[in-house]
């Protein structure tokens, strides 16, 4: 599939309609979830490859996953409302994804790759450390994820803990439209990293 018709198709997937703040409910932009699918897909191949999208929001990465041929994908949310909506938008676009309400710490099953657009951290410190515990548990192949690049030096040393490669890591343009209450602009520009991670042995 052609980035462009992969961009418009993610795109197509709606945002959160009522984004928790306490949750960092933030919506991964469509060119960066398609371009981080498209680095997965180079390095490991994603058809007919577990996919699992932790703190999956809305599906996008998931059904972003699945239209590149994926399979089996499941999407792990928390809020279900937000899981609703993912299934209405993966049926929307033909795709077949699962998709279940479940604390991240608690889910067990594990897949071949591990994507996920995990909080930053900017509400509650450290939020995303449970995130990246189950990505590097979870993961027989790779793992893909955006995070903070305040970060880098954390989630590089948890790599290197854990027996995984680090592939890629790159700046992504990330403009984050006004979402919650306490925004005082109409775009804030975040500084955030892709990573694409070589799965490890230690688990």
């Given at each position: 599939m052609r980035r462009e018709e992969l961009v418009r198709r993610i795109q197509s997937v709606p945002l959160p309609p009522h984004p928790a703040a306490p949750l960092e409910q933030v919506s991964t932009p469509a060119e960066a979830a398609a371009d981080l699918?498209?680095?997965?897909?180079?390095?490991?191949?994603?058809?007919?490859?577990?996919?699992?999208?932790?703190?999956?929001g809305t599906g996008r990465l998931a059904v972003g996953a699945a239209l590149l041929g994926a399979g089996p994908v499941t999407g792990i949310e928390v809020d279900a409302a937000l899981v609703s909506i993912a299934r209405a938008a993966a049926r929307a676009a033909k795709t077949t994804v699962e998709f279940r309400v479940s604390d991240v710490a608690q889910w067990t099953r594990p897949a071949d790759v591990v994507v996920m657009n995990p909080p930053f951290g900017a509400q509650r410190r450290h939020a995303d450390r449970p995130f990246w515990d189950r990505a590097f548990s979870l993961a027989r192949r790779s793992v893909g994820a955006f995070a903070s690049s305040a970060s880098r030096t954390f989630i590089a040393r948890l790599a290197l803990d854990r027996g995984a490669h680090v592939v890629e890591v790159e700046p992504v343009r990330w403009d984050l439209p006004w979402t919650f209450p306490h925004h005082r602009a109409a775009t804030v520009r975040l500084a955030v990293d892709r990573w694409v991670i070589e799965a490890g042995t230690k688990r």
């Open positions: 699918l498209s680095a997965l897909d180079r390095q490991v191949g994603l058809a007919g490859r577990s996919v699992l999208d932790l703190g999956c």
